[in-house]
């Protein structure tokens, strides 16, 4: 038996592992199911932030285990990572893969480190696939030079912004308590010249209800990203989020449906916002790309910065160990993660979902949500997510907008 298999038997049969008590992978296997490859590799160059947000799932919640891990990813991990991604390709004949440069804040490693790790990457995994680079970053160190070595090495930059500068200070703020916004005002400006343009991803905002929405997106589109991507609030059963009393029965969506109104009512497309596009996409039959919504298999591993290979880091507002897979790169290669019950409850799609929310008639648009926000201390993840009420809401809305905009069209061809 391989060593995979082996480690996913002995997690099923654990709850204190992980509380999956009840999903047999061995069963799923002889049912025909196979795993989704990893497309996605999430690399943790360095374990610090120079921010202090008050929201972050790495530093304010359950899961403390940077604490102790080393600050700085050392180069035999990162070679050790990039012989499994290439193994991985040859494995499973991919024709790509992506690194998502990550930390904490991955530009503390330095710019000249970061373009030697790419050259590494690019040197092992050679002809055996195409690596495309991502980075997300909260922006502050950004500037001219840093963006052309950058964008020199293939890099494509993914910037974190809450909004209007009140806004976006009000939780992300630098150690000695100033805000943040002027330092990723400046890099955004940078990134949305002719020259830097090319190197531009997009803007990762947090949805919080106590904001205003429409100065939320104003400020966010002003900056011409080909994508913005609203992320819903790291909250689970054990630990929901907590809103002003007046903030209705679906604040989230509520906030949501300003923002998709204004956008989806512009008369000219704007940018792209992930969230709206998967829920018109699943709606309409076709599939989603995020972890948000809808019931595709999540490819994604993360690699920390001590070589552990770990699940969607975002588990780690779950409770400590939840990202955990006893795995390491220099040992273990990425088809044995694959075999996790924690893994493969994110591959199994309608099979994952809970009894209440294959019942709901939005599941499959749903689909259960993002699975940290389903977590309930004691059952574990088989539950509807925290945020069920917000996102059926947020659904039927757009389902409403997109139905109407459907018949209004066919009428007048008939």
């Known amino acids: 038996m391989s060593k995979g298999r082996m480690l996913g038997l002995r997690a099923v049969r654990g709850a204190a ?18 795993p989704t490859p990893f497309h996605d590799v999430v690399l943790k160059v360095h374990q610090r932030c120079n921010l202090t ?36 390709a040859a494995e499973h004949r991919l024709p790509a893969m992506r690194l998502i440069l990550h930390g904490g804040e991955p530009l503390l490693v330095g710019v000249d480190q ?13 002809t055996t696939c195409t690596l495309n680079v991502r980075m997300q970053t909260n922006g502050v160190l950004l500037d001219d030079a840093v963006l052309g070595k950058l ?21 992300r703020r630098l150690p000695n308590g100033r805000g943040s916004f002027h330092a990723v005002d400046r890099a955004l400006r940078l990134l949305g010249t002719d020259t830097h343009r ?7 905002c947090a949805v919080d209800p106590v904001t205003d929405p429409l100065a939320c997106y104003e400020t966010l589109v002003g900056y011409r990203p080909p994508m913005i991507d609203l992320l819903l609030p ?47 996409a699943l709606s309409l039959g076709g599939v989603g790309r995020s972890e948000q919504v809808g019931l595709s298999p999540v490819a994604v591993v993360v690699v920390e910065t001590d070589g552990a290979i770990e699940q969607v880091d975002s588990l780690k ?35 994952a979902l809970s009894d209440t929310c294959r019942r709901c008639p939005v599941h499959t648009i749903c689909g ?24 059926a809401h947020l659904i039927r809305h757009i389902n409403g907008r997109v139905r109407a905009d459907l018949d209004d069209r066919l009428g007048r061809l008939t």
């Not at 970061?114 to 050679?126: E, P, Q, S, Y």
Request: hydrophobic residues 40%.
């Open 234 to 280: 790291h909250a689970n059963w054990s630990m929901p989020s907590t809103y002003p009393v007046d903030g209705g029965p679906h604040p989230l969506a509520d906030w949501l449906i300003a923002v998709f109104d204004r956008w989806y009512g512009a008369p000219r497309k704007e940018t792209r916002i992930r969230l709206f596009e998967d829920i018109i």
């Open 17 to 34: 592992v992980w509380p999956h008590a009840t999903l047999d992978v061995a069963t799923l296997r002889a049912g025909g199911w196979r």
């Open 368 to 391: 259960g949500g993002h699975y940290a926000h389903r977590f309930r201390a004691g059952d574990g993840f088989r539950n509807p997510s925290v945020h069920c009420a917000d996102l």
């Open 114 to 126: 970061l373009a030697a790790l790419i050259g590494d990457f690019r040197a092992v995994l050679g």
């Open 198 to 204: 090319s190197a531009f991803g997009g803007i990762l």
């Open 151 to 171: 964008r020199g090495c293939g890099v494509t930059i993914g910037v974190s912004l809450d909004g209007p500068p009140a806004d976006n200070d009000r939780r």
């Open 53 to 88: 947000c008050d929201y972050c799932y790495v530093y304010t919640m359950a899961d403390q285990s940077w604490r102790d891990r080393p600050r700085l990813m050392a180069r035999d991990v990162w070679l050790a990572t990039a012989d499994r991604m290439a193994e991985h």
């Open 317 to 351: 507002s779950a409770y400590p160990g939840a990202c955990d897979t006893g795995l390491d790169v220099r040992t273990d290669p990425f088809d044995a993660a694959l075999l996790h019950p924690g893994v493969v409850a994110r591959q199994i799609g309608l099979r």
